[in-house]
Nanobody
Framework: QVQLVESGGGLVQPGGSLRLSCAAS????????MGWYRQAPGNQRDMVAE???????NYTDSVKGRFTISRDNAKNTVYLQMNILKPEDTAVYYC?????????????????WGQGTQVTVSE
């Protein structure tokens, strides 16, 4: 019902920058929170940054001051600008959207995930 397509991952040297994008499509009535999570090999999937439809943001401590999350509500798209990248930022990055697909009162909000995009920070 809701599809998320990510783009923008790749290989970058330490200190470099990347910008991730994630566009949501399908039967969407509304999207509340959108965000980015990451998972390194052998680790669990952890929150990197989230943003509400009103623009309130939340970041994990390790990326504060380096990463910026933003969204375009008209395009159902969320972005993650990543600066001063470090090797420990290497992971698969997943886009999240908490969306409602029906206008009826009481319709559930569900979590939808993208397929993931690889970010590798290395010399």
């Amino acid at each position: 019902q809701v599809q998320l397509v990510e783009s923008g991952g790749g290989l970058v040297q330490p200190g470099g920058s990347l910008r991730l994008s994630c566009a949501a499509s399908g039967t969407i009535f509304s999207i509340n929170t959108m965000g980015w999570y990451r998972q390194a090999p052998g680790n669990q999937r952890d929150m990197v940054a989230e943003i509400t439809s009103g623009g309130t943001t939340n970041y994990t401590d390790s990326v504060k001051g380096r990463f910026t999350i933003s969204r375009d509500n008209a395009k159902n798209t969320v972005y993650l600008q990543m600066n001063i990248l470090k090797p420990e930022d290497t992971a698969v990055y997943y886009c999240l959207a908490m969306a409602t697909t029906s206008p009826y009162i009481g319709a559930p909000t569900r979590r939808y995930w993208g397929q993931g995009t690889q970010v590798t920070v290395s010399e």
